[in-house]
């Protein structure tokens, strides 16, 4: 973002705007902290702000403060592309292509007003007018933080902006242990404990707030379903439509099983599949240099960050886990480590 673009943006939001945020779709926590986190801002600066997300969320990420405001396009097809039509201008936040925000891909591609993309997601698309993009960033979170700070506001930065911004960097860098995890992301995280985050208050929330049957979810899938390739220093977790169903699953319940498998020493590539309907989901993670993401695009029609990235996969769970099996060896060498 250039000096320029921020000279733009600060005229932009000198006077009364009416402004969407949207996110990717199966938001995370790093997608609702940084859209609530701005939402928060730009009310404060006097703005009609909303919030647009084009799916559900877990459970876990409902009880940030504007949580009630949000409008899920999944059940409020309407609102949602209302609040999007009538926007002057739209943010575009922790995604890096509009296809990433599913129903709502047309209004965002096709939106008129001025777009603002805010992301670190590497190789962002060039759909918007600005473009925040910091691919080293812990999350989209923090740059919330540093876009508040270019427009000079970092005074206006409460206990609701700080404890949505400290989510966001809170999950996306899986409590401060990913490779994302720099000096920057400790350093607001620590600003945003300053300006009234509670940390403790927020750790319970995200991470103690489990139901039964998602910890029987987990110790299930980490007993039963769990395989480990020694060759490859791989493991992963294939579930089925069966396995989820006997434990509830809800949205959201086998958030962080991935990593568990990365705890093990000497793993330095994990994958869990789910099954859908007629799909296999994937969540891919490694530790170090690996690039999951490489696996995700070029054989699961997904992508992301080098060390957490997700695909899908078009057939059976058993399909799915033979394709993944039969990729590895090609990435024999960069897995050993
Ligand atoms: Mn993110």
New binding site residues.
């Given amino acids: 973002m250039t000096e320029k673009d921020i000279q733009e943006i600060t005229e932009l939001l000198s006077s009364h705007k009416r402004i969407a945020i949207t996110t990717h779709q199966f938001p995370?926590g790093?997608?609702m902290g940084?859209s609530l986190a701005l939402y928060h801002y730009l009310k404060l600066r006097g703005h009609s702000a909303s919030v647009v997300v084009p799916t559900y969320y877990p459970d876990f990420l409902h009880w940030m403060p504007g949580d009630e405001e949000v409008t899920n396009y999944m059940t409020h097809q309407h609102k949602a592309l209302d609040l999007l039509e009538q926007a002057e201008i739209l943010f575009c936040l922790?995604y890096d292509q509009p296809g990433r925000t599913k129903g709502l891909a047309d209004a965002v591609e096709n939106f008129e007003g001025s777009k603002i993309l805010i992301?670190?997601?590497p190789n962002p698309g060039e759909f918007a007018d600005y473009t925040l993009s910091v691919i080293e960033a812990s999350?989209?979170?923090e740059l919330i933080y540093e876009f508040i700070l270019m427009l000079n506001d970092e005074a206006l930065i409460d206990a609701n902006i700080a404890t949505c911004v400290y989510s966001?960097i809170l999950t996306?860098t899986g409590s401060f242990s990913y490779g994302s995890t720099t000096y920057r992301a400790h350093y607001v995280a620590g600003e945003m404990i300053k300006a009234g985050a509670d940390n403790l208050t927020i750790q319970n929330e995200i991470f103690n707030s489990n139901s039964e049957d998602r910890v029987r979810l987990m110790g299930y899938a980490l007993s039963d379903r769990l395989t480990i390739l020694t060759e490859f220093n791989t493991g992963y977790i294939s579930l089925s439509i069966e396995d989820l169903a006997r434990f509830n699953f809800q949205n959201g319940d086998t958030e962080g099983l991935v990593n568990y498998i990365l705890s093990i020493k000497g793993i330095s590539f994990a994958v869990l599949m789910l099954e859908r309907d007629k799909s296999v989901k994937c969540s891919f993670r490694s530790i170090g240099q690996f690039p999951s993401n490489e696996v995700a695009r070029e054989h699961f029609n997904g992508g992301g960050h080098t060390n957490a990235s997700g695909g899908e996969h078009s057939g059976s769970l058993a399909e799915a886990e033979k394709l993944f099996r039969s990729v590895l060896p090609q990435y024999k060498k960069q897995l050993g480590r």
């Fill in positions: 995370d790093d997608a940084s922790d992301d670190h997601h999350s989209t979170a966001g996306d």
